[in-house]
């Protein structure tokens, strides 16, 4: 395999490719982001190292959604495609001693990532997946700026602003809930007129704590992406405990990290307060962990990573949720 590196950005896309280790030869290239630009970078890739594109590795990091198009054109030319996560390359570039960050470097470190590094291959969802993901995310822009037209008219009131102020506030917040209204039709539109996403959704359903909301993101989350076992779910979803121990005067205690799906933990924490309620599973695995002295909030993420297996159970066999321990209502 011959390993290409590519720093994505809007406008273009920085290509390093190693064409040989011993003694490493590398070559670089800068083509567009656009479809002209995918063209060239597979036929570069494939005429430098004199190979078929089914001989090409690409690693890329994820850039909001610059690098979907690149990702999608490499993979249906038959190339291998790595999208990894940007803050375990920038440690690995560190470990190489790097301290500079250019678009230059960065993408000749994300080709040596790519020869010593390990992940899964990149796979695209199903299109109705991605069509479902695209449009929770136009729901979750339009959302954010409804809470900041909200806002808006809060500081407007307690300012006393003159009329036309608040009548262009008063307009701009009814057309977002009208937005957010068809957008939540048109969810449940696309779920309804898809078979396989409807039997899914409704066994994400079947779990006490689950909602309409909970449900959508996590079908989302879960199909995007093959994950071979539960854990690797809930470690995407950054809800996997980092430990910092050596010796024995070094004893922090286990947290969660910083990175993961920022929706996905928002609405996981959500239900997770819902699911120690009506969940039995849920429940029972939270009043263990307090009883043996975790911190409430502690316990409150094993109850969330707690979700994320059950989802991905209920999806794995197909089956509805069935709990592990008899209710007590």
Same mark, same amino acid.
């Given at each position: 395999?011959? &390993?290409?590196?590519?720093?994505v950005?809007?406008?273009?896309?920085?290509?390093g490719?190693?064409?040989?280790?011993?003694?490493?030869?590398?070559?670089?290239? /800068?083509?567009s982001?656009?479809?002209?630009?995918?063209?060239?970078? /597979?036929? $570069?890739?494939?005429?430098?190292? @004199?190979?078929?594109?089914?001989?090409l590795?690409?690693?890329?990091e994820?850039t909001s959604?610059?690098?979907?198009?690149?990702?999608?054109?490499?993979?249906?030319?038959?190339?291998?495609? $790595?999208? &990894?996560?940007?803050?375990?390359?920038?440690?690995?570039?560190k470990?190489?001693?790097? *301290?500079?960050?250019t678009?230059?470097l960065?993408?000749?470190?994300? #080709?040596?990532?790519g020869?010593?590094?390990?992940? /899964?291959?990149?796979i695209?969802?199903?299109?109705?997946?991605?069509?479902?993901?695209?449009?929770?995310?136009?729901? !979750?822009?339009?959302?954010?700026?409804?809470?900041?037209?909200?806002?808006?008219?809060?500081?407007?009131?307690?300012?006393?602003?003159? !009329?036309?102020?608040? +009548?262009?506030?008063?307009k701009?917040?009814?057309f977002?809930? +009208?937005?957010?209204?068809?957008?939540?039709?048109?969810?449940?539109? @696309?779920?309804?007129?898809?078979?396989?996403?409807?039997?899914?959704? !409704?066994?994400?359903?079947?779990?006490?704590?689950?909602?309409?909301?909970?449900?959508?993101?996590m079908l989302?989350?879960? *199909?995007a992406r093959?994950?071979?076992?539960?854990? +690797?779910?809930? #470690?995407?979803?950054?809800l996997?405990?980092?430990? $910092?121990?050596?010796?024995?005067?070094?004893?922090?205690?286990?947290?969660?990290?910083?990175?993961?799906?920022r929706?996905?933990?928002?609405?996981?924490?959500?239900?997770?307060?819902?699911?120690?309620?009506?969940?039995?599973? #849920? *429940?029972?695995?939270?009043?263990?962990?307090?009883?043996?002295?975790?911190?409430?909030?502690?316990?409150?993420?094993?109850?969330?990573?707690?979700?994320? @297996?059950?989802?991905?159970?209920?999806?794995? @066999?197909?089956?509805p949720?069935?709990?592990?321990?008899?209710?007590?209502?």
């Amino acid at each position: 395999m011959y &390993v290409i590196g590519v720093d994505v950005s809007k406008a273009k896309l920085d290509c390093g490719l190693i064409v040989e280790l011993d003694p490493m030869k590398r070559r670089q290239k /800068v083509v567009s982001n656009d479809a002209q630009g995918w063209v060239k970078l /597979v036929d $570069w890739a494939c005429q430098s190292a @004199h190979c078929a594109p089914e001989q090409l590795k690409i690693v890329l990091e994820p850039t909001s959604s610059y690098h979907e198009g690149v990702a999608h054109y490499a993979h249906d030319r038959g190339a291998r495609v $790595w999208i &990894v996560n940007p803050k375990q390359v920038r440690d690995f570039a560190k470990g190489l001693g790097l *301290r500079s960050k250019t678009d230059a470097l960065d993408c000749l470190v994300l #080709a040596q990532f790519g020869l010593k590094g390990r992940t /899964v291959d990149w796979i695209p969802a199903p299109l109705p997946v991605r069509q479902l993901q695209a449009l929770l995310r136009r729901m !979750e822009d339009v959302e954010k700026t409804l809470q900041a037209e909200f806002n808006r008219v809060e500081a407007a009131t307690a300012a006393q602003a003159p !009329e036309p102020v608040m +009548q262009s506030l008063e307009k701009s917040v009814e057309f977002f809930k +009208q937005e957010r209204k068809r957008l939540n039709e048109q969810i449940d539109q @696309h779920i309804d007129g898809h078979p396989d996403l409807k039997s899914d959704y !409704e066994l994400l359903r079947s779990i006490p704590a689950v909602g309409p909301c909970s449900a959508r993101v996590m079908l989302v989350k879960l *199909r995007a992406r093959q994950f071979e076992n539960a854990a +690797q779910a809930s #470690a995407f979803m950054g809800l996997r405990p980092v430990y $910092w121990e050596s010796g024995s005067s070094v004893r922090k205690l286990p947290r969660m990290g910083p990175h993961g799906e920022r929706l996905a933990r928002r609405i996981l924490y959500m239900a997770a307060l819902t699911a120690m309620r009506t969940n039995p599973d #849920a *429940r029972a695995l939270y009043e263990r962990l307090v009883r043996g002295g975790k911190k409430p909030m502690l316990a409150l993420c094993a109850v969330m990573r707690k979700l994320v @297996h059950i989802c991905f159970g209920v999806l794995k @066999h197909q089956r509805p949720y069935e709990p592990q321990i008899a209710s007590s209502t």
